[in-house]
């Protein structure tokens, strides 16, 4: 956990589950993240344009009522935010090689919340951005 000089790196959840969305931000507040939360693909491309502080982005992959997936929205991201680092996750389907943009990571669900802030570190890491 970061102490209070430390600067909180900022980092993006994208769930449409709101006990999950709750749950993974408090997680990685938690393991001293600060979080952005967004519920949709519209609300997620908000943040990331306006909060250059963002680091990282978690998003799901099944998105109830959107017409893209969480793959469409971490390859989006990743052409246009390419210095955002992505993890993806998923209870319903394991991504193929070519639904993953360069560089993202894949936690499948259920995962623990401890386990979901280790996953960040490492896709943070693989980037050089330590936590």
């Known amino acids: 956990m970061a102490d209070a000089f430390t600067p909180r790196l900022a980092v ?73 680092a992505i993890l993806i996750v998923s209870g319903v389907e394991r991504p193929s090689e070519e639904q993953m943009p360069m560089g993202a990571r894949f936690l499948r669900k259920p995962f623990a919340l401890e386990g979901l802030a280790q996953a960040l570190r490492a896709v943070l890491a693989a980037r050089g951005i330590s936590s």
Request: aromatic content about 4%; overall charge negative; proline content about 5%.
């Open 12 to 84: 993006l959840i994208v769930e449409d589950d709101p006990v999950q969305l709750m749950e993974a931000a408090a997680a990685l507040r938690d393991a001293g993240y600060e979080v952005a939360e967004a519920s949709t693909v519209e609300a997620a491309q908000a943040h990331l344009a306006a909060r250059p502080e963002l680091v990282a982005m978690v998003a799901d992959v099944d998105l109830a009522g959107e017409p893209l997936s969480g793959f469409t929205l971490a390859k989006a991201v990743a052409a246009r935010w390419p210095e955002v």
